[in-house]
């Protein structure tokens, strides 16, 4: 999967990063920000994730209301590259993870 960089909002900290994509084995977008490290002795730091499971966000009118409540741009030609994702790795059929698919299975029980 692609990772798309984003524009940070303003008043974001210093070093922000933000990125979408298209998880197919979850059947989802993603939008996942963290935040880079000053020293190089420090991990970076997870800010927040969303479609972290199968679904959660499943179409990209889904997904601007997300990075819209998130005050987060999404520019046009990475709307298209998005959905562009969607569609390629749609038609080929997802191969989901092992350990997504034990999850899974796991929540089923």
């Keep these: 999967m692609t990772h798309y960089p984003l524009p940070t909002p303003p008043g974001s900290p210093k070093g922000r990063f933000i990125s979408a994509c298209w998880d197919?084995?979850?059947?989802t977008y993603s939008v996942l920000a963290f935040d880079v490290p000053i020293s190089l002795d420090d991990?970076?730091?997870?800010a927040f994730h969303y479609g972290i499971t199968a679904g959660e966000?499943?179409?990209t009118q889904v997904l601007l209301a997300v990075v819209a409540e998130l005050d987060i741009?999404?520019?046009v030609r990475v709307l298209w590259q998005l959905q562009q994702d969607k569609a390629h790795h749609s038609s080929r059929g997802a191969v989901p993870r092992p350990a997504v698919t034990a999850a899974l299975?796991?929540?089923?029980?």
């Design 73 to 75: 741009d999404l520019p």
């Design 24 to 27: 197919a084995s979850l059947g």
């Design 57 to 59: 966000i499943p179409s």
């Design 105 to 109: 299975q796991d929540g089923l029980r």
């Design 43 to 46: 991990k970076p730091v997870k």
